[in-house]
């Protein structure tokens, strides 16, 4: 989600201190939801959880967010990389948003309407610009162009993993011959 010019909101299911830590200067500490934890004021420890946002907890940070910021559920576009983002995806896919994976998991990309795999977060844009806003691959390049980036590859591809086993096929019974009775 990007409004006012400002970035998007991160979700996530790891201790949010510890990733607006990781992310300081680059993401500001408020645009950062995680798991809040209490600690003790005399050891340090960790005593309680005040917030879990993994699994049903990130759709309702999803949607404490989409309410702030006036984003209907249509307009939301959620990125997710692994096992916490699933629920969250199926949710977002329910209400008419649009959901791309950012990983080879291969339980998001059977979810997600898209999945771009690379080295460059501003890859997740493609499919933004071809879905969404429906522009064609000369469009898109050209609007990287301008600001300086040539796409280097890019493969469009559907995959299908598929595994096969050895199949014995159980011998059939010889059918009884029926008797014949003659007179």
């Known amino acids: 989600m990007f409004r006012n010019g400002r970035s998007s909101p991160r979700l996530t299911a790891s201790p949010q201190d510890v990733v607006q830590s990781a992310l300081e200067g680059i993401v500001p500490a408020d645009h950062i939801f995680g798991t809040q934890l209490e600690y003790d ?11 879990v946002s993994a699994g049903y907890g990130k759709i309702a940070v999803l949607e404490e967010l ?3 910021l006036q984003i209907t559920p249509d307009h939301t576009i959620y990125m997710g990389d692994g096992s916490s ?3 969250v995806m199926l949710h977002v896919n329910s209400r008419e948003g649009y959901t791309i994976a950012v990983s080879e998991a291969k ?15 501003l890859s997740v844009l493609v499919p933004i610009f071809e879905d969404i806003l429906n522009w064609n691959s000369a469009q898109i390049r050209e609007v990287f162009e301008s600001y300086g980036l040539a796409i280097q590859e890019w493969d469009k591809t559907r995959t299908d993993w598929v595994a096969f086993q050895q199949y014995i096929r159980p011998v059939a019974e ?8 003659t007179a």
């Open 174 to 181: 010889k059918p009884i011959a029926a008797s014949r009775k």
């Open 107 to 121: 339980f998001l990309g059977r979810i997600a309407r898209r999945t771009v795999l690379s080295d460059s977060a």
């Open 41 to 51: 004021d005399s050891t340090g420890e960790i005593c309680s959880i005040k917030r």
């Open 85 to 87: 983002d699933l629920f």
């Open 66 to 68: 989409e309410t702030k």
